[in-house]
């Protein structure tokens, strides 16, 4: 049951840049969409259905996000917020809702960074998994 947990959630995070991708690929210069079966749709969709999800249960620590945010806003605000706990950062809106507003932000960077490391992982995803493959059975000799 896990597995399958970890299986449709890989598919979803990769859903994305599957689509984005695939409308550059296909679409015309106009922006109009048109499906034509050509090598990098292939490339595409089978990267996407088979060997995306391959890499993810072969290398789960992928499926961690790399990348974090913290910006300096966020730090400032809960620096103030740690070491001056009667100082008014702005006088028209409380510290605690800045430090809240800068979390945020802080945390829809970290959700599309997230979202384009899944990018790039799910289109690189067929060349990764011969790569892992290859050390896989380099290991086993």
Request: charged share 15%.
């Amino acid at each position: 049951m896990r597995l399958l947990g970890h299986l449709i959630a890989d598919y979803l995070w990769g859903l994305v840049g599957f689509i984005i991708i695939f409308y550059f690929v296909t679409a015309r210069p106009d922006g109009s969409f048109r499906f034509i079966w050509n090598l990098p749709n292939l490339y595409l969709t089978t990267s996407y259905l088979f060997a995306y999800p391959i890499l993810m249960a072969w290398v789960p620590r992928l499926r961690t996000g790399k990348l974090k945010t913290h910006s300096m806003a966020s730090h400032s605000s809960t620096a103030e917020l740690k070491y001056s706990q009667g100082n008014v950062i702005n006088p028209i809106a409380n510290k605690y809702d800045l430090d809240f507003k800068n979390k945020l932000r802080d945390d829809k960077m970290n959700l599309s960074f997230q979202i384009l490391e899944r990018t790039v992982l799910m289109a690189l995803a067929l060349p990764s998994l011969i790569l892992v493959a290859g050390i896989k059975a380099a290991q086993n000799f």
